[in-house]
């Protein structure tokens, strides 16, 4: 069966993987291949995209891949385990931006029986990828005065990065993101320099260590939640991970850690008007 992708995908990364398809009846796998057994194929070393490649569910027949539920429409995902690599960097499927949810779940249990000036609202989007969609909706309901977005950077150390994308490094703490931008949407955010003190002072008082990053290839929902209600300030935290929108990445668990304990400090230094 044929599928196409969802928001950015590199299609060279599509080839022999293990996919899960979510169908009304459960989880049917199927895998990928496209190419031609290896014997008897000329082009080997071609990179191939999704014109290439099919899903293979071990059937025979649209009948029998009907009977296990699968549908046009349904969603494809990667099968990919997460494991560590050694004792301090995770790695897995979609990092970005679990990794972020992460976070963001043990700020909140930081913060669970801390009195706080501010009411704290934690929001886990959809579809940022493609749109910043969630985002913008979460940002009209909750109509906040301060946000911090917490996504993932790119780590500068692992491939050849384009040298508009910032350069964080694995295990050296969040980054604190001055600007980020996304020329395709024509959408950024530019972290006000009383935001951005405000973080940096939390993370020096607390002794967190941290990045002064900025990204002239990559967006986040900072830039959807600074344009929502009469406009918000707005900051973001990126966990460095390396092998951003493929099948694996991978990010620090310091980094995660410290990303929690940073957004914590920030909202309990948190003031009505900052
Ligand atoms: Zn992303």
């Known amino acids: 069966m044929v599928f196409l992708p969802v928001g950015l995908q590199d299609p060279r990364l599509i080839v022999n993987q293990v996919l899960t398809i979510y169908t009304s009846k459960g989880k049917v796998h199927g895998v990928t291949g496209g190419f031609k057994p290896i014997h008897q194929d000329k082009e080997v070393g071609r990179a191939a995209g999704f014109a290439d490649s099919k899903i293979d569910v071990g059937t025979s027949s649209r009948a029998e891949t009907e009977a296990l539920g699968v549908q046009i429409g349904d969603m494809v995902v990667n099968e990919r385990p997460g494991r560590m690599l050694g004792e301090r960097i995770y790695c897995g499927k979609s990092v970005d931006n679990r990794s972020g949810c992460a976070a963001m779940i043990l700020a909140m249990r930081l913060?669970?029986?801390?009195?706080?000036?501010?009411?704290?609202?934690?929001?886990?989007?959809?579809?940022?990828?493609?749109?910043?969609?969630?985002?913008?909706?979460?940002?009209?309901?909750?109509?906040?005065?301060?946000?911090?977005?917490?996504?993932?950077?790119?780590?500068g150390e692992s491939d050849a990065l384009n040298p508009d994308c910032s350069r964080a490094y694995l295990g050296k703490g969040p980054g604190i993101q001055l600007y980020d931008w996304n020329p395709d949407f024509f959408l950024g955010n530019i972290t006000l320099a009383r935001m951005?003190?405000?973080?940096?002072?939390?993370?020096?008082?607390?002794?967190?260590?941290?990045?002064?990053?900025?990204?002239?290839?990559?967006?986040?929902?900072?830039?959807?939640?600074?344009?929502?209600?009469?406009?918000?300030?707005?900051?973001?935290?990126?966990?460095?991970?390396?092998?951003?929108?493929?099948?694996?990445?991978?990010?620090?668990?310091?980094?995660?850690?410290?990303?929690?304990?940073?957004?914590?400090?920030?909202?309990?230094?948190l003031k009505s008007k900052l």
């Open 196 to 269: 951005r003190d405000a973080l940096i002072g939390a993370a020096r008082r607390q002794d967190i260590p941290f990045q002064l990053i900025a990204e002239l290839r990559g967006g986040t929902d900072a830039a959807e939640i600074s344009l929502s209600g009469d406009g918000v300030l707005t900051g973001g935290l990126a966990i460095p991970e390396r092998y951003i929108h493929t099948a694996v990445g991978t990010v620090s668990i310091d980094d995660v850690r410290w990303t929690a304990e940073l957004t914590a400090a920030f909202v309990k230094e």
């Open 111 to 155: 913060l669970r029986h801390v009195k706080t000036e501010a009411t704290v609202y934690c929001c886990a989007t959809v579809q940022e990828e493609i749109g910043v969609k969630g985002a913008r909706v979460a940002a009209r309901s909750i109509k906040p005065d301060v946000a911090i977005c917490i996504d993932v950077g790119f780590a």
